[in-house]
């Protein structure tokens, strides 16, 4: 099998496994933690479940992100990222770097402290705010994923050169 083709495999299990992931945790995890625990436990009753998800994601980000940028390479597609109708490029990588930098950087460095800390002051806003976080990223994943299928089959939103 020629390296694109497994590359563009490689690409959409990534995005798969990772953005279903995301739709899991959104439509079916929270809304069951929140039937099913106290205000107060909420959080760090979520953060202990998704934890094993978010070990996947790292590993499902990076898969996707070196295909990704392998197929930029191998076909000379970085001119795409000047482009208005390719706008979905930019999309890919901006929904990448955004989970790259949650899941490598915030993560680890404060952000679970954070959610932890917040959650003892105010349980319920926490929650919220998590719940609220995780719909803007499935729906921004989500256009980003209907772009890039309609756009890389020929079907270009926006101004054609
Ligand atoms: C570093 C980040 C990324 C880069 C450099 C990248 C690059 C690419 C490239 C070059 C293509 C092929 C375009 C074509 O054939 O015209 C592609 C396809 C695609 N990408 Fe990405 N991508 C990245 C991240 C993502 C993310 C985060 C998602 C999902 C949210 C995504 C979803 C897709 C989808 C669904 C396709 C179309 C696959 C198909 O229908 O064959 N990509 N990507």
Redesign the pocket.
């Known amino acids: 099998m020629d390296g694109w083709i497994t590359a563009?495999v490689l690409?959409?299990l990534g995005?798969v496994l990772w953005?279903g992931g995301v739709a899991m945790v959104t439509t079916v995890l929270l809304p069951a933690v929140r039937r099913l625990k106290a205000p107060a436990e909420r959080v760090a009753f979520f953060e202990s479940m998704e934890r094993g998800f978010a070990a996947q994601s790292r590993i499902t980000t990076l898969i996707?992100?070196v295909s990704?940028?392998y197929?930029?390479h191998r076909f000379g597609?970085w001119e795409r990222f000047a482009r208005v109708e390719y706008w979905w490029?930019r999309a890919?990588?901006a929904?990448?770097a955004l989970f790259t930098l949650a899941l490598f950087v915030l993560e680890p460095l404060f952000l679970h402290r954070w959610f932890i800390r917040r959650a003892q002051r105010a349980p319920e806003s926490t929650f919220l705010l998590v719940t609220r976080l995780h719909w803007v990223l499935l729906i921004l994943?989500l256009v980003?994923?209907a772009g890039?299928?309609a756009?890389?089959?020929g079907y270009l939103f926006g101004p054609a050169r």
């Open positions: 563009r690409h959409v995005v953005i996707t992100g990704g940028f197929l930029v597609l490029m890919m990588v929904v990448w994943s980003t994923v890039a299928v756009g890389s089959h």
